[in-house]
């Protein structure tokens, strides 16, 4: 799998789980240091910053570029930002669960 791929699978599963839990999620990739994903539910917004390692790796952690960007982001919006980290297997499957972290 490419990195490619492989972030975008991330994003998926964290799409999938978003939506399950009641929030309407759009991706975002098209620009550099994007955030991934935009959900909103019930009047909040939400940031969300995905990362994806391939098994065995773990999930990368952000960069203080990346973190900077994305909290400025969800500042002017009056979101709030988070980082989702997962771990996928080659078949595409989640290992374990997405691991959620609120920046600030």
């Known amino acids: ?11 998926r599963h964290v799409t999938t789980a978003l939506t399950n839990e009641g929030w309407k999620c759009y991706q975002n990739t098209q ?8 959900a909103t539910s ?4 939400i940031l969300v910053q995905v990362k994806t390692g ?12 990346e973190k900077r960007a994305i909290v400025g982001r969800a500042s002017q919006l009056n979101y709030v930002a988070y980082l989702a980290q997962l771990q996928i297997k080659t078949d595409r499957s989640l290992v374990g669960s997405i691991q959620w972290t609120k920046l600030t």
Do not use: H
């Open 1 to 11: 799998m490419t990195p490619a791929e492989i972030g975008s699978c991330g994003e």
């Open 31 to 38: 620009q550099q240091s994007s955030t991934d994903i935009t």
């Open 42 to 45: 019930n009047n909040q917004g």
């Open 54 to 65: 391939l098994s065995p790796n773990p999930a990368p952690d952000l960069s203080a570029e």
